[in-house]
């Protein structure tokens, strides 16, 4: 009975901590201007947020996320990488987001009544600048699911925290998702990206064809060209990131080299 009761009071702390903690936070509501499927099946929707201009201000840097809820204090919050890269966010008034439905905090804001509440940017986001791009000739990204959100930030954004695709260096995407059908932003990924701005696109299904995760495909790969004039960005579950993490070192990539955005 003692054991029982204890565990009542914590559960009561944590409760209340987080309450506290989201009473602390600044929130601002935003209305969701566009919301539609992000691929052809799953329960990936595309957002699109008109927000308070202080938080495009606030947005610097590729990479960063918001905490986002349906409006009403002590709402479950969802942390959700903004995928319009900077510069677009401050000319259009809005975050584009990739949210994943299925969790309490995204189903309440998919299934509200088009407002909802985020925070601003937060996070440091992918510190690119810290980089010298005269030294860089080859970028690799790796990334599944929604993790594409901050990617696709990275690439289309060409200030200085930017990737600037179009200057003469590699770049190579490997992406993770369940299947064809599964992909989101496919008009950017198997057009534009690729087309326009030479991001060599790596597809890799986990439910479909060879059934493969991107560690066990990129495994297969061609290494580095040169470890010395080469960085690479993650975004992924653990055991993804830890494994490519694992492997670029093998290839004699420095761990300052290896960027993420958490």
């Known amino acids: 009975m003692a054991t029982m009761a204890m565990s009542r009071v914590f559960r009561a702390r944590r409760t209340a901590l987080r309450v506290r903690s989201q009473s602390q936070t600044q929130w601002k509501e935003a209305v969701i ?39 009403g204090e002590g709402n479950p919050i ?21 949210v994943k439905g299925g969790a309490e905090a995204t189903d309440a804001i998919l299934e509200g009544n088009g407002v909802v509440e985020v925070t601003d940017p937060l996070g440091k986001g992918f510190k690119v600048e810290m980089l010298e791009p005269n030294e860089i000739e ?25 990737l600037h695709p179009l200057q003469k260096r590699k770049v190579q995407l490997w992406y993770g998702v369940q299947s064809e059908s599964h992909l989101p932003y496919e008009e950017l ?4 990206w690729a087309k326009d701005l030479g ?11 060879d ?22 960005v993650i ?18 990539l420095a761990e300052d080299r ?3 955005n958490f």
Do not use: H
């Open 78 to 98: 969802a942390y959700l990488a903004v995928a319009s890269p900077p510069s677009l966010s401050r000319t259009t008034g809005g975050f584009d987001l990739l």
């Open 138 to 162: 080859e970028v690799i990204l790796f990334c599944t699911g929604t993790g594409l959100a901050p990617i696709r930030s990275l690439v289309e954004e060409q200030g200085p925290t930017g």
């Open 189 to 192: 990924l198997l057009g534009s």
């Open 258 to 260: 290896i960027l993420s």
């Open 33 to 71: 201007t566009k919301k539609a499927p992000a691929a052809k099946k799953g329960p990936v929707q595309a957002l699109k947020l008109r927000v308070d201009p202080s938080w495009c201000e606030a947005y610097r840097a590729a990479g960063q996320y918001v905490q986002a809820r349906a409006v």
């Open 235 to 252: 975004v992924g579950q653990k055991d993804m990131t830890n494994d490519i993490k694992g492997m670029l070192a093998e290839q004699g």
């Open 199 to 209: 991001v060599d696109v790596k597809l890799v299904y986990s439910k479909q064809g």
């Open 211 to 232: 059934q493969e995760y991107v560690q066990q495909a990129f495994r297969k790969a061609k290494g580095l060209e040169d470890p010395t004039k080469a960085y690479a």
